[in-house]
């Protein structure tokens, strides 16, 4: 039996090592629940995008997880992916022309960019191409159309006629299917919050 001024040594160094980092079993789990960090929001890009929605954004930051949501001037952004812990990926939603906050929320816990995104309007689309440029004039041919300005709600007409499942890829790219019309060359035109553009006989 030891006598007890060394018993009390040898449990007072055992208290030192385990409170400097030491151990001589493996530690338990936490029984409590996790700790939940606070996200923080430093920047987005690009900083302005059509007031129709649909622009693609990376928003820069730290301490974003899976699950992360974002809105863009009050407005829930699409498409979000976290790509880490310091980048996300989203599309805006449609909003009123101006500045507006980006604020990522996740746990509950929101971070806040004022001002950092602004709505605008875009310039009038351009058309630059179609493919395929020639199909039935009974209509049913899916084509795509590129150029630039395009954005969510564009409408597009082929001869006059409108194309239907009018799908915007992106600013540069949308996909649409043709009505019928009479055979013969045709005007294609992309219609953008009331702006237009036109390529002549392009199909």
Known sequence: MQPRPLLAAA??????????????????????????????????APKEGASLGGTPVTISGANFAAGASVTVGGVAATNVVVAG???????????????????????????????????????????????PYAGSSAGGTTVTITGTNFAPGASV??????????????????????????????????????QTGTLANAY
């Open 85 to 131: 812990s310091t980048s996300i990926t989203a599309v805006t939603g449609a909003h009123a022309l101006g500045p507006a906050d980006v604020v990522v929320t996740q746990g509950g816990l929101s971070a806040t960019l004022p001002a950092a995104f602004t709505y605008i309007k875009l310039p009038p689309p351009t058309v630059t191409s179609i493919f």
């Open 11 to 44: 449990t007072l160094a055992a208290l030192v090592f385990t409170a400097c980092g030491g151990s001589t079993t493996a530690p338990t789990s936490p029984s409590g629940p996790g700790v939940i960090i606070a996200p923080t929001v430093t920047g987005i």
């Open 157 to 194: 007409t082929i001869g006059g006629a409108a194309a239907t499942s009018v799908s915007v890829a992106s600013l540069t790219s949308l996909t649409a299917v043709t009505g019928p019309r009479s055979t013969g060359a045709a005007d294609v035109v992309v219609i953008v919050d009331g």
